[in-house]
Nanobody, 116 residues
Framework: QVQLVESGGGLVQAGGSLRLSCAAS????????MRWYRQAPGKQRELVAG???????NYANSVKGRFTISKDNAKNTVYLQMNSLKHEDTAVYYC??????????WGQGTQVNVSS
């Protein structure tokens, strides 16, 4: 059974940093684009950042210059470094293994709370 396990969420003050990790198991990690989505209370889920199999990255405008996505294929892990956090970054963050060929998989989510 495929598993995506996020970690690294928590409570941080505005201006602080967190690094989220997502460890994937039982998938061929290198064949998937990896994405981070988030969903804040009362809001739609939104794409935060993505990294393709080739390493190309993309970001939501709201996080550009503050968040960095990276991955380690040897560890089957994708990261989201979040700096200069704002209260509006408060959300549940989800790791996604996305593919047009294979099934897409979602993690269970990790809560990030940024106090203002």
């Amino acid at each position: 059974q495929v598993q995506l396990v996020e970690s690294g969420g928590g409570l941080v003050q505005a201006g602080g940093s967190l690094r989220l990790s997502c460890a994937a198991s039982r998938i061929n990690f290198s064949l998937y684009d990896m994405r981070w989505y988030r969903q804040a209370p009362g809001k739609q889920r939104e794409l935060v950042a993505g990294i393709t199999t080739g390493g190309t990255t993309n970001y939501a405008n709201s996080v550009k210059g503050r968040f960095t996505i990276s991955k380690d294929n040897a560890k089957n892990t994708v990261y989201l470094q979040m700096n200069s956090l704002k209260h509006e970054d408060t959300a549940v963050y989800y790791c996604v293994a996305w593919s047009v060929v294979f099934l897409t998989y979602w993690g269970q989510g990790t809560q990030v709370n940024v106090s203002s």
